[in-house]
């Protein structure tokens, strides 16, 4: 499974694994927190979103259309998210 691409692996997820979804989401993890990090201009803030991020991801998987289009779906989540908690502050 490890060699399998992020598509395949979202796929796969889509289907139930909670194992290709948790492979995708480590290969995913830096980018996005690097990504929530530099909006957010907090560390500790750009951890808990990051989880989170991954968090309304996987429960909201279904959603996904198009699994190649992962990388940007999860981005726009995530910055949806850093909306929603400015607007909360």
Known sequence: METMSDTQLIVLSQEGSRRAFGLVAQRQQGALYRFLRRLLGDEEEARDACQETLLKAFVNLSRLREP???????HQIAINLCRDRRRAA
């Open 68 to 74: 190649r289009h992962f990388k940007s779906w999860i």
